[in-house]
Nanobody, 121 residues
């Protein structure tokens, strides 16, 4: 069984920074694409960053230039560095990853439990 555990959320003032971590554990053969999503109250979940197994990254315009996604394959961990945070970045942030448990098993999509990020003065 694979688990994704997010950490690093919290309360930060506008203009501040936070770094989120998403650690994968369990029976892992390979981690393909990993994404960060967020969901604010009353809004749909939205993609905020993605990274492939070859470290190709993607961002929506709303966070481009402020957020950076990276991965440490040795630690099975993906990070989301968030700078110049705005009140509209307030949301629960979720990690999502496509993971294979072995070369024989299919790729399964996993979600973490989420971590709250609140940007407020």
């Amino acid at each position: 069984q694979v688990q994704l555990v997010e950490s690093g959320g919290g309360l930060v003032q506008p203009g501040g920074s936070l770094r989120l971590s998403c650690a994968a554990s369990g029976s892992i053969y390979s981690i393909l694409a990993t994404n960060w999503f967020r969901q604010a109250p009353g809004k749909q979940r939205e993609l905020v960053a993605g990274i492939t197994s070859t470290s190709i990254t993607t961002y929506p315009d709303s966070v481009k230039g402020r957020f950076t996604i990276s991965r440490d394959n040795a630690k099975n961990t993906v990070y989301l560095q968030m700078n110049s945070l705005k009140p509209e970045d307030t949301a629960v942030y979720y990690c999502n990853a496509d993971i294979s448990g072995s070369y024989r098993t299919p790729i399964i999509n996993y979600w973490g439990q989420g971590t709250q990020v609140t940007v407020s003065s």
